[in-house]
């Protein structure tokens, strides 16, 4: 019994992550899970079924994948981004229903940290003589797992920082409101990543200066806009900004230390949800907020600014994972300089990505483990 991945395995494999990443911030606390069927008739490999994690995080990709597969299942191979789970939750454990569908190989890309699942659905797998050939791919799979994986680990949501910086070294000019800095296929892809998360932070300042919306405005995929969060400690958010006045498309969060005021009651009257924050040295305290969002199903954020926000979520290393713009654009007089750049980043990133996005350049770095 094999446990080699082939070359097949490996091109199904990446077509489930591809897959696995559709879902991505709209899971909850559950990962954006892929799977694939495949089997392999007289005319080569077919796909049979394909599942991903359902939007809200149920069902589990596997039983998606199966319900289209049938008893075609029977003998194929399948691929899932990530270790079937073996716990009850409302459905039965997918590594059962594998067995029970008479798949004959399951190949994994990720295990599961999930006490309830860890190395038992790989287990329960193996007892009913499946061949398992886990971890291909593994380091592919987790861009899209790891919110949850931070989440499991760390007890609070995963944090990427966005910044787009001209080529002076600026995020925007003083009293100028919002300027464009990137271009409009960078700009696109900043509204996949707004996309491709639970939630989206700004400091009361940006909210302020830019009256931004920051909700995702990719034709067809309005619904995917994140809850929105405004780091707010005063509650000074207008009730006439566009934030406000968008609550009806996407949520939307102050997080505060005075949610008694007047200004936050009225907040919350048109349809502002209030996040009681603790203070820390004249700042709501970043770490028990990240920790409280996690609680509350928040698995990823995206803080989109100002300087001051990214520079103390830097500072306080609270940045997982960094995607910096880099335009050719020159602010001039009046800049907000960045609060950092590329040579300046702290120890500690490792570039995990590089794009050209129009005429702008794209570079991701993550925290290492
Ligand atoms: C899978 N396939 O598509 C996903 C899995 O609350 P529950 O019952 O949905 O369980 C949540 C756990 O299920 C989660 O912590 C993780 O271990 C697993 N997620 N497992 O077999 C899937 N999304
Ligand atoms: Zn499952």
Not at 40 to 67: D, K, N, Q, W, Y
Not at 93 to 122: F, I, N, Q, T
Request: aromatic fraction near 4%.
């Amino acid at each position: 019994m094999t446990q080699t991945p082939t070359d097949l395995d490996r091109r199904f494999m990446a077509a489930c992550i591809r897959l696995s990443r559709r879902h991505l911030g709209q899971t909850g606390t559950n990962p954006s899970v892929g799977t694939l069927i495949v089997t392999s008739g007289g005319h080569g490999p077919e796909i049979v079924g394909r599942g991903i994690t359902a939007i809200g995080g149920r069902p589990h990709a596997e039983t998606v994948a199966l319900a289209e597969a049938g008893e075609r299942a029977r003998g194929a191979t399948a691929y899932v981004s990530l270790e079937p789970c073996a716990h009850h939750g409302r459905t039965p454990p997918c590594a059962e229903a594998l067995v029970s569908a008479g798949v004959s190989r399951v190949v994994a890309a990720s295990s599961d940290p999930d006490p309830r699942v860890s190395g038992k659905g790989y287990e329960i797998l193996r007892a009913a003589g499946i061949e398992v050939v886990p971890g291909v791919l593994a380091e592919d799979a987790l861009p899209v797992l790891s919110s949850y994986l931070i989440r499991s680990a760390k007890k609070r949501c995963q944090v990427t920082l966005k910044l787009a910086v001209s080529a002076d070294g600026m995020i925007g000019r003083a009293a100028a409101g919002q300027v464009p800095i990137t271009g409009d296929v960078a700009r696109a892809q900043s509204h996949v990543l707004r996309a491709e998360h639970d939630a989206i932070l700004v400091g009361i300042g940006t909210a302020l200066a830019d009256n931004p919306e920051l909700t995702c405005r990719l034709p067809g995929l309005g619904h995917r806009s994140p809850l929105r969060i405004v780091l707010d400690r005063h509650a000074r958010l207008p009730v006439a900004s566009r934030l406000v006045q968008s609550v009806g498309d996407a949520p939307l969060a102050i997080a505060t230390v005075a949610p008694d005021t007047e200004t936050a009651q009225v907040l919350e009257g048109a349809g502002v949800r209030l996040l009681a924050c603790e203070e820390h040295c004249g700042r709501i305290a970043l770490p028990e907020l990240l920790d409280d969002l996690a609680a509350q199903g928040i698995s990823s954020l995206l803080v989109e600014g100002g300087a001051e926000v990214a520079r103390t979520f830097l500072e306080e290393g609270l940045a997982d994972r960094i995607v910096l713009f880099e335009s050719d654009v020159v602010v001039g007089a009046n800049g907000i300089a960045a609060p950092f750049s590329r040579a300046t980043l702290p120890g500690g990133y490792v570039q995990s990505g590089e794009w050209l996005f129009g005429a702008d350049r794209c570079f991701e770095f993550t925290q290492e483990s």
